[in-house]
């Protein structure tokens, strides 16, 4: 297995809440925690170059399995060196399982001990996903950080539903952890590290089940899925704080597919340290962008003549160099440097974000700068 000592380290504890600051060492890089990662499923964090990235200050970002085994294929990012090759990127990848993707095509998939087998959603083709090839595309994948396995439950899913599945799940994690030992003796020791997933849908006494079992295990990281994905924000948070303590406090907790800015203050206050989401660059490329006064939707006519950068608060090369007006123009004429620059600005704003938590952190103020934040944020500038 990989070194888990080495590598992350619990730097300070908030105060006044469960909110920690950290670091992840990925041998080329550092990765700073709280941290929020880009979401690049096919290889590509869309409208980005890498090079736009780094700049920003991105350390790790995450890619997907699923797409990427579909196309361009195991072999391509093979014979082409792995995918930090592959995509001209030199710090941090975290490849998800896939599992959220086939799981979510029900209709196209059926489930068993052995694992999924599912039809592809660009040619209808059959394929397995099992324990063990999963952590075995990853790691031809080159990925830092590997995600196995899991069943990810609609949040209506009853009980006894939820029961079944996370036994599965944990026998999954039990499978994963020793085809993940076989492939780290066949390829560079100490390279990938492998996370383990909290599963147990909005019921309490299986996400504790979950979090103790995963916490006991040979695991680099923690975590958590299954949440925003149907449920309430109070439900969401009520989960994290029932199996927060629970676990352990040398690995990092990584909440999956989570990253609106008033969640992200509410997820770290829980003990959170990494979140990864599709939301900046969605909104981005739809015209909505986002602020230290909330959510602008930038194709509003009261924009039209509006000489404000995008967030006056925001030193990003967008707000640097551009009006409301000027963007609202883009989006109206349907220009592709509209959705660019908003997606530009909607990242560097999380990721200064997160930077802004990890600095209250060390200064013993988290609690009041969340508060500060969120009531402003969710005053909202086009509420």
């Given at each position: 297995?990989?070194?888990?000592?080495n590598f992350?380290?619990l730097?300070?504890?908030?105060?006044?809440s469960?909110?920690r600051r950290?670091s992840i060492n990925?041998?080329?890089?550092?990765?700073p925690?709280?941290l929020?990662?880009p979401?690049g499923?096919q290889?590509?964090v869309k409208?980005?170059t890498p090079?736009?990235l780094?700049r920003i200050?991105f350390?790790?970002?995450l890619a997907?399995?699923?797409h990427?085994?579909?196309?361009?294929?195991?072999?391509?990012i093979?014979k082409?060196?792995?995918?930090h090759?592959f995509?001209?990127w030199?710090r941090?990848?975290?490849?998800?399982s896939g599992?959220f993707?086939?799981?979510?095509?029900r209709?196209?998939?059926?489930?068993?001990?052995?694992?999924?087998v599912f039809?592809?959603h660009i040619d209808?083709?059959k394929?397995?996903?099992?324990?063990e090839n999963?952590?075995?595309?990853?790691v031809?994948?080159g990925?830092?950080i590997?995600?196995?396995?899991?069943?990810?439950v609609?949040s209506d899913?009853?009980?006894?539903?939820?029961?079944?599945s996370?036994?599965r799940?944990?026998r999954?994690?039990?499978?994963?952890?020793?085809?993940?030992?076989r492939e780290?003796e066949?390829?560079?020791?100490?390279k990938?590290?492998?996370?383990g997933?909290v599963?147990?849908?909005?019921?309490?006494?299986?996400?504790r089940?979950?979090?103790e079992f995963?916490?006991?295990q040979?695991?680099?990281?923690?975590a958590?899925?299954g949440?925003?994905v149907g449920?309430s924000k109070?439900?969401?948070?009520?989960v994290?704080?029932?199996?927060?303590?629970?676990?352990?406090?040398?690995?990092?907790r990584y909440?999956?597919g989570?990253g609106?800015?008033d969640?992200?203050f509410?997820?770290?206050?829980r003990?959170?340290d990494?979140?990864?989401?599709?939301?900046?660059?969605?909104m981005?490329?739809?015209?909505?962008?986002?602020?230290?006064?909330?959510?602008?939707v930038?194709?509003?006519?009261?924009y039209k003549?509006?000489?404000l950068p995008?967030d006056?608060?925001?030193?990003c090369y967008t707000?640097?160099?551009?009006?409301r007006?000027?963007?609202?123009?883009?989006?109206?004429?349907?220009?592709?440097?509209?959705?660019w620059?908003?997606t530009?600005?909607?990242l560097?704003?999380?990721?200064?974000?997160?930077e802004a938590m990890?600095?209250?952190?060390d200064?013993g103020?988290?609690v009041q700068y969340?508060e500060?934040f969120?009531?402003?944020y969710?005053?909202g500038?086009?509420?």
């Amino acid at each position: 297995m990989a070194d888990n000592q080495n590598f992350f380290t619990l730097i300070r504890k908030d105060r006044g809440s469960q909110a920690r600051r950290g670091s992840i060492n990925l041998g080329a890089c550092q990765a700073p925690t709280p941290l929020f990662m880009p979401v690049g499923t096919q290889a590509t964090v869309k409208g980005m170059t890498p090079e736009e990235l780094e700049r920003i200050g991105f350390t790790i970002i995450l890619a997907n399995t699923y797409h990427l085994y579909l196309r361009p294929g195991l072999e391509v990012i093979q014979k082409l060196g792995g995918l930090h090759k592959f995509m001209g990127w030199n710090r941090g990848i975290l490849t998800d399982s896939g599992g959220f993707q086939v799981f979510s095509l029900r209709e196209r998939s059926s489930i068993s001990e052995e694992g999924v087998v599912f039809r592809s959603h660009i040619d209808g083709s059959k394929h397995t996903f099992t324990a063990e090839n999963v952590v075995a595309m990853q790691v031809i994948f080159g990925s830092d950080i590997i995600m196995p396995l899991d069943e990810c439950v609609p949040s209506d899913s009853s009980w006894d539903y939820v029961k079944e599945s996370l036994g599965r799940t944990h026998r999954w994690a039990e499978r994963s952890i020793r085809a993940f030992s076989r492939e780290c003796e066949r390829n560079e020791e100490g390279k990938h590290h492998l996370f383990g997933i909290v599963q147990g849908g909005v019921y309490d006494d299986l996400r504790r089940e979950s979090a103790e079992f995963i916490g006991s295990q040979p695991f680099s990281g923690c975590a958590i899925g299954g949440l925003s994905v149907g449920e309430s924000k109070e439900a969401m948070h009520h989960v994290l704080e029932e199996i927060s303590p629970l676990l352990p406090e040398n690995k990092p907790r990584y909440l999956m597919g989570v990253g609106g800015p008033d969640d992200l203050f509410m997820c770290v206050e829980r003990g959170v340290d990494i979140f990864d989401c599709v939301l900046p660059t969605r909104m981005g490329r739809t015209g909505t962008i986002l602020t230290s006064q909330g959510k602008m939707v930038i194709k509003n006519a009261r924009y039209k003549f509006d000489s404000l950068p995008p967030d006056e608060t925001c030193q990003c090369y967008t707000c640097s160099n551009f009006t409301r007006s000027y963007l609202r123009h883009l989006f109206m004429a349907e220009e592709m440097l509209g959705p660019w620059l908003a997606t530009y600005h909607n990242l560097y704003f999380l990721n200064s974000l997160v930077e802004a938590m990890r600095t209250a952190i060390d200064e013993g103020r988290f609690v009041q700068y969340r508060e500060e934040f969120v009531s402003r944020y969710n005053q909202g500038i086009d509420a």
